[in-house]
């Protein structure tokens, strides 16, 4: 899953909404959403703006497509939220699991990297100016 995908899948108002109406009524067409958009928060997109909004969300894992007959109807995949939750939110909010903690195998930004064998070594740094002494 990736994480940049998902947050900017979600820093769009309209995208949220859109969440937000799958999670409250599963299974709208572009039709439904898009009238619930109007009705509900006065949105003024068309609907090929609405669909671009849908691929995107679609493309982040959050949402999957059904067709039914000749309509295509929309389901929200909490499970990338989840995942975000799980993987890197809830250790920001203070509550830790096993999960979000990195494991022993994979390197933490906060560890310094290992020097690589066959890096050259670190140069050595300049010498501190000698420091002038003042009579007492």
């Known amino acids: ?14 995208r949220r909404r859109l969440i937000d109406e799958l999670a409250e009524r599963d299974g709208q067409t572009l039709f439904e959403l898009h009238v619930r958009l109007i009705t509900y928060y006065g949105a003024s997109l068309s ?7 849908l691929k995107v969300l679609e493309e982040a894992g959050l949402l999957r497509t059904e067709w039914q007959w000749r309509s295509k109807h929309h389901f929200l ?5 989840r995942r975000a939750w799980t993987l890197w939110l809830a250790g920001h909010a203070g ?6 903690r990195p494991s022993a195998a994979e390197p933490s930004a906060a560890q310094p990297a290992e020097p690589q064998p066959d890096a050259a070594p670190a140069a ?3 010498p501190s100016p000698p420091q002038r002494r003042t009579p007492a």
């Open 47 to 53: 609907r090929q703006a609405l669909s671009k909004h």
């Open 77 to 81: 995949d909490r499970t990338p939220l």
């Open 124 to 126: 050595a740094p300049p």
């Open 95 to 100: 509550e830790r699991t096993p999960e979000s």
């Open 1 to 14: 899953m990736d994480l940049d995908l998902l947050f900017r899948a979600l820093s769009d108002a309209t």
